[in-house]
């Protein structure tokens, strides 16, 4: 079995798992990141999109509060190409309690989360869209920030400072010595191989699968799983991110990401990290709740829905009813203190706004045990954009616009304008193939029309670049998946013209019925 030695282990390749790793390097240690799937297959790439300002949060759990405000601040400085800066709204609307405004201004005086009330005419002006009958509203720092676009810089951050990222590798068993960790077995997903990583350190930075992690050194954390969904429109009622004004709960923020608005979220409990699956009802409560916000999105067409899963911490196994009133603020266990097992943290929950925060305070840790004195240098260091930029619309057809005539490149998607070469580009780059990974690097058949157009297209030049290439019914059933609970009206028409053009036209596998 070949073998490998590093300094740190980091298992995971969501924003917290890379913001350690990447901690980690700047500090001078030798790190190996390993992931199971691509990045942003987990948590981090099926979130809300919120870079939050803390208001949420100011009454309910004021610590998060406190971290959000910083932290926002500090993403806007080293990471501002990931971030649109939409600004945020909190409006009471006639279904919120009259007395909470007061309240949450006065908290988020305290807590030092900025926000200025205006009044609901301004508001209006602000955004016209908005339920002309608020009664209240106050601006916030909110924006929304871009996962992919973050998770791509920081990996690229990752190795231009010496560390390793490994996309596809699973870590399997975790091989203890006496009561300290020494090595991982890995394995590659792609080709099967087996190899054992040794390490002085290891992180589990596993998300929802920290549990199942945690399990394979015999340990049991106790974590409630929690899914949430969320749905997109298929336009942009808003440019503010909107919320409303009272203790948060289910469907009450609607965040304007790239070129969609995203309805969400709920809570429910599930068994696996892998239960995503989206239940009629919680469609209907999102738009019913949005509506509440801003009435014309019940004239305006659903795009797609998706759901994450998040691990929150229960130590006592009171039953609280309802997941919501667990903590969202990161954990930390180091196994030393809580197990007796040396060389393992754990970490997990928070929020992705957070995650900067919570690999400091890790990597602080981890040099604690390491008898390393280096600081943290990320709050100050820019994380450079990679060469591909996900979310900004308006660059590209700023770049096509600028192209001569003669060498206009080929628009292969063109709902999030992906040209030829830069499906190319992504194909080369990386050792897989699917198109589900490029999707997720460039926005491929993310747009309206949910790669009805351009999926055989990708995949024909998939096959061209790397036979036979591209997986074209993965990536299908992948974006049908998310297009099947909103199946009625428009979307359904959707639904039936793709179904059309790879079932009947392209004569593709079967796809699963809009009623599944
Ligand atoms: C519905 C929802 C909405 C949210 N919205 C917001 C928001 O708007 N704003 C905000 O700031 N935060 C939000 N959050 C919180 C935020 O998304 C999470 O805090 C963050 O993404 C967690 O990142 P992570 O790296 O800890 O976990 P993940 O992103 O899940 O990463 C864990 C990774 O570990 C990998 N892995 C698992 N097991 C193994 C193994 N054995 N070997 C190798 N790899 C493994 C997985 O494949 C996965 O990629 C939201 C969370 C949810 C659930």
Not at 69 to 95: C, K, M, S, Y
Not at 164 to 179: D, F, P
Request: proline content about 6%.
């Amino acid at each position: 079995m070949p073998t490998l030695s590093t300094q740190l282990l980091v298992i995971g390749g969501g924003s917290t798992g890379l913001g350690v790793a990447w901690d980690a390097c700047l500090r001078g240690i030798k790190v190996v990141l390993v992931e199971q799937g691509d990045l942003g297959q987990g948590t981090s790439g099926r979130y809300h999109g919120l870079l939050h300002s803390g208001g949420r949060y100011v009454i309910s759990d004021p610590t998060s509060a406190r971290d959000c405000a910083v932290e926002n601040q500090v993403l806007r400085h080293i990471a501002p190409h990931a971030i649109e800066d939409t600004g945020g709204l909190f409006v009471a609307t006639p279904a919120d309690p009259v007395d909470f405004p007061d309240r949450w201004f006065a908290a988020c005086q305290e807590l030092g989360v900025s926000a200025e009330e205006i009044t609901a005419t301004e508001a209006l002006r602000l955004e016209p869209a908005l339920n002309p009958r608020i009664s209240r509203a106050f601006r916030v720092q909110d924006g929304s920030l871009d996962s992919f676009d973050l998770l791509h810089a920081l990996t690229a951050a990752i190795k231009r400072t010496g560390g390793q990222v490994w996309l596809k590798h699973r870590v399997e068993k975790l091989i203890i010595n006496v009561n300290t960790i020494v090595a991982a077995e890995v394995r590659a997903l792609d080709t099967g191989e087996l190899i054992t990583i040794g390490a002085d350190f290891f992180i589990n930075a596993t998300g929802p699968w920290a549990g199942q992690t945690a399990s394979l050194a015999e340990i049991q954390l106790p974590i409630t799983l929690d899914k949430g969904s969320m749905v997109a429109m298929a336009t942009r009622p808003v440019h503010t991110v909107i919320n409303r004004c009272r203790l948060p709960s289910d469907g009450d923020v609607i965040v304007p990401v790239g070129t969609v608005a995203v309805l969400g979220t709920t809570d429910v409990e599930v068994q696996q990290p892998t239960d995503i699956t989206i239940e009629p009802w919680e469609v209907d409560f999102l738009l019913a709740q949005g509506e509440i916000l801003v009435p014309q999105l019940a004239h305006q067409r659903p795009m797609r829905a998706w759901a994450g899963v998040r691990p929150l911490y229960r130590p006592n196994k009171v039953d609280l009813g309802n997941t919501r009133e667990l903590p969202r603020s990161h954990i930390i266990l180091d196994h030393a203190d809580r197990d007796g097992l040396h060389g393992l943290i754990s970490v997990f929950s928070g929020k992705l706004t957070t995650f900067r925060l919570m690999a400091e305070q890790v990597t602080d840790l981890v040099c604690k045990h390491m008898g390393i004195a280096a600081v943290c240098l990320t709050g100050e260091t820019p994380l450079t954009p990679t060469s591909r930029s996900f979310y900004k619309l308006p660059d590209r057809l700023a770049k096509l616009e600028a192209t001569t005539s003669h060498d206009f490149p080929q628009v292969i998607c063109e709902c999030e304008l992906v040209t030829r070469s830069a499906i190319e580009e992504a194909l080369r780059a990386t050792s897989t193939h699917d198109l589900d990974d490029v999707r997720r690097g460039l926005r491929l058949g993310m747009g309206p029309c949910q790669a009805g157009f351009c999926a055989y297209r990708a995949a024909g030049i998939a096959h061209e670049v790397a036979p036979p290439g591209g997986s074209l019914t993965t990536f299908l059933e992948e974006r049908w998946r998310g297009m099947v609970p909103l199946g009625w009206g428009h979307t359904l028409r959707q639904m039936e013209l793709m179904r059309r053009v790879y079932l009947e036209l392209l004569q593709t596998h079967s796809l699963p019925e809009p009623t599944e």
